[in-house]
């Protein structure tokens, strides 16, 4: 019997040879033979996965390692992921797998006649794409590779994505064997797309079978498919090619080819392909009517509603289809509240913004201009302004949802609504312009959209109760399910009442206690004020008493309390602060944190705060209360700053720790020299993402095209710095930035340099705990192997 070859090319394949080379094998071999332009290419087969895994005995190692998961216990599915991943990817493949892999690139090169080629290689599982257990987007797909090593080694790690966590999980989910499940890897040249998407020939809204849904933006369709821009949408009338209804959204950002390494990379539309493109239609007209005229050939080839991921090439102006698949219908229980009410009516987008604290609300719209407005706001409302400060906090603990004109991700409306689990969308430009007084809208905040009339049903809950549900928290003792971590995971926390709310959470202590709150809603005026008016001691027992209640609540574990750090404008703010604040040009980098402490304009203020700190510590014998000195900026002022606080009993020693933010670049660049003079620093990340790479954090603009990004190589190599240097000294470094709450990888970033804790919002505290447990216990064994 001759032995089954391990290449296939697509004109070989067809619909029923999935269990060769996979659903998005088989489909792409079956469109080229029906006739449908598909860029050209090869399959390794399933059989290549199969004997691998079997002729180097990796299929008995795999058993043991998932026999007895247990694939709800999430550290011990990462684990054994990342143990069987790895194990693929260090083992030698086959040689006959390896030759017959050059010989067909070899001879696709020739075909091509092209010197340099670029291909995509994407995983084909062959339980992918069927249409009783869609697959989709459980393996990994590769674009821009160069070169027949990059090629194999690419087709390994596609294999060795069938064993990602989430794969294993969703095959445990829909009951499939893990081994009656192979893999076949896709060779394909790549497209240089100009525009690109995907279309649905059933409009996956509304469930229309008369209607096709069109989603396109510039460049390669990665940026539709993984939702990195709101892509310009068409709803097509499928009896004649029409647009009925269309969407031609902002699109900030592109995919292209990364020239100067392997794969893709993001850039700005505006740099790559000029302002005008941002705003302007994606597609023309004859390109939308050939795209549909291709899609219900599809459609009719395979006699069910297809979902279609499409390219457009630069250089032939050509329409190719990528793949295609049928549509799976949602779960049930997986529909939420908007697709339901979309399912019966028609909806209508108001605007778009930055999603920044997920979630759901409707009500009717209530728009603030400063805080003399505030009341204006009642429970359930949609409090819509340019954007939020301090002074608004009260009005926003009403609102059922928070949409403002300017800001990112990192700006006080985003930052206060995550920690109050309020649903806000930032960076809309134009809310206070389109939404009108008394509106009712739905402001969806996962995605980032404000929709035309109630498309929610009104839940009989309180407010309280809804925070709770939003933030993830139950009401049972997390502590006791919370895996044990060396990587201490703190919280951070502005309001003091909310200390009741997040008790049960697993987390170690208060790594970043803001005062400004207490400041603007317990003290109620400026400190410079009260002591124009003899009233200093109410500013000491507001602020001893809101540290307090926190102190206590947590006691015995340690709540750093970062001493004020309002900027003058956020100062003028409060009652009497007018009189006595400057007003300046730009506040962000101007007069605040240790260099308003130690002025003479704000000393005798910055001793209120002293005092109050030492009220905590002293009359009710928490010494579980540190504080942390923010922005800082040189070390002599941090000299200073610690003689005050030592002439007002705030001795630093083992029992008391001056911790200090490391928020401006030179406390990076002279990182050992302030490590002599503090006991821990903690990274603000906002503040120095901002200073490093120049970029107003506050700036709607430059967060939609991408700048402001605490994951930039700039900021993380910071970071690095800081740790390492730190710890030459033995001293602490946190992090109490944006950055660990939002992104996962950031986090294993941290925790892979060496963090000592990572702070983050409530919301986030239990999920992370388990990602730095999981991170932890994958570098263990990683060390163990090397030994």
Same mark, same amino acid.
């Given at each position: ?123 084909? +599982?062959?339980? *992918?794409? =069927?249409? #009783?257990?869609?697959?989709?987007? $459980?393996?990994? !797909?590769?674009? /821009? &590779? ?121 850039? +700005?539309?505006? *740099?790559? =392909?000029? #302002?005008?493109?941002?705003?302007? $239609?994606?597609? !023309?007209?004859? /390109? &939308? ?499």
């Amino acid at each position: 019997m001759t032995k089954q070859p391990y290449i296939r090319l697509f004109e070989e394949i067809h619909k029923e040879d999935i269990p060769l080379v996979g659903g998005k094998g088989a489909n792409l071999g079956e469109l080229i033979n029906g006739g449908v332009k598909v860029p050209p290419g090869f399959c390794v087969t399933a059989k290549a996965y199969s004997d691998f895994i079997a002729e180097r005995n990796l299929d008995k190692y795999i058993l043991e390692l998932v026999n007895g998961l247990d694939i709800e216990n999430h550290e011990q599915l990462q684990i054994i992921s990342a143990e069987i991943r790895n194990l693929i990817l260090t083992t030698d493949i086959l040689e006959p797998i390896e030759m017959e892999i050059r010989k067909a690139y070899a001879q696709f090169q020739r075909n091509l006649q092209v010197d340099d080629l670029y291909v995509a290689v994407r995983s084909s +599982a062959t339980a *992918e794409d =069927l249409p #009783e257990a869609s697959f989709a987007g $459980q393996q990994d !797909t590769y674009l /821009e &590779i160069e070169g027949i090593a990059e090629v194999i080694h690419h087709i390994k790690k596609c294999w060795a994505s069938l064993w990602t966590a989430r794969a294993i999980y969703y095959r445990e989910k829909q009951y499939f064997d893990h081994f009656d499940v192979s893999l076949s890897a896709v060779v394909q040249k790549m497209v240089n797309s100009k525009k690109a998407g995907v279309l649905f020939t059933s409009n996956p809204i509304t469930e229309d079978h008369n209607q096709m849904m069109i989603n396109a933006s510039w460049g390669l369709g990665e940026s539709v498919v993984s939702g990195m821009v709101s892509p310009d949408e068409y709803i097509v009338d499928k009896s004649n090619n029409q647009v009925i209804e269309k969407h031609i959204a902002t699109k900030n950002f592109l995919i292209v080819k990364n020239e100067k390494a392997v794969g893709t990379t993001k850039v +700005a539309v505006k *740099e790559f =392909l000029g #302002e005008d493109l941002v705003t302007e $239609q994606c597609l !023309t007209e004859s /390109e &939308i009517d050939q795209l549909s005229t291709d899609a219900l050939r599809i459609e009719k080839l395979y006699n069910s509603p297809q979902d279609i991921e499409w390219a457009i090439d630069s250089d032939t102006d050509e329409l190719y289809i990528l793949q295609a698949r049928p549509i799976t219908t949602l779960k049930e229980e997986e529909t939420n509240v908007i697709e339901q009410a979309q399912a019966e009516s028609n909806r209508v987008s108001l605007l778009r913004g930055l999603a920044a604290s997920p979630g759901t609300g409707s009500g009717k719209v209530r728009k603030i201009k400063d805080i003399t407005e505030i009341s204006k706001v009642e429970d359930g409302d949609i409090l819509v302004t340019i954007m939020t400060n301090p002074d608004m906090m009260p009005a926003m603990k009403k609102a059922a949802a928070v949409v403002t004109n300017e800001g990112g991700r990192t700006c006080h409306a985003a930052i206060v609504s995550r920690e109050f689990g309020i649903p806000c969308i930032v960076g809309s430009n134009n809310a206070t312009e389109v939404l009108t007084e008394g509106m009712e809208v739905t402001v969806d905040a996962t995605r980032g959209v404000v929709y035309q009339g109630i498309l929610e049903e009104k839940q009989e809950e309180t407010k309280n109760d809804r925070n709770v549900e939003s933030s993830g928290i139950e009401q049972i003792n997390l502590h006791q399910l919370a895996p044990i971590t060396g990587t201490k995971v703190y919280m951070n926390l502005g309001e003091p009442d909310l200390i009741s709310k997040y008790s049960n959470l697993p987390f170690d202590g208060i790594g970043l206690m803001r005062t400004e709150f207490i400041f603007t809603h317990l003290v109620g005026a400026h400190p410079m004020y009260l002591l124009r008016n003899g009233e200093e001691k109410q500013f000491i027992d507001k602020m001893s008493e809101g540290i307090t209640k926190v102190a206590q609540d947590i006691y015995p574990k340690p709540i750093v309390v970062r001493l004020s750090d309002f900027r003058s404008n956020e100062f003028r703010g409060l009652k009497g602060g007018e009189e006595v604040e400057p007003i300046e040009a730009n506040p962000m980098i101007g007069w605040r944190g240790v260099s308003r402490y130690i002025s003479p304009e704000y000393e005798e203020g910055f001793r209120l705060e002293c005092r109050a700190i030492k009220k905590v510590r002293d009359e009710y014998g928490l010494v579980n209360v540190w504080t942390m000195l923010p922005f800082v900026r040189t070390t002599w002022e941090v000299e200073r700053v610690k003689e005050i606080m030592a002439e007002e009993g705030l001795k630093q020693d083992q029992q008391f720790k001056i911790w200090i933010m490391a928020e401006v670049p030179s406390v990076i660049f002279q990182a050992e020299e302030f490590a002599q003079l503090v006991d821990g620093f903690s990274i603000g990340s906002n503040d120095l993402t901002q200073l490093i790479l120049g970029s107003d954090r506050d700036s709607g603009i430059l967060n939609t095209m991408g700048y402001f990004d605490e994951r930039n190589p700039a900021v993380k190599q910071a970071i690095k710095m800081l740790i390492h240097a730190a710890h030459k000294h033995d001293k602490t470094v946190s992090i109490c930035g944006q950055g660990p709450s939002l992104y996962p990888e950031f986090t294993e970033f941290l925790i892979r340099e060496g963090i000592d804790s990572v702070s983050i919002n409530p919301d986030t505290v239990a999920d992370t705990r388990r990602l730095v447990a999981s991170v932890e216990q994958r570098l263990i064994l990683n060390k163990l192997r090397s030994i």
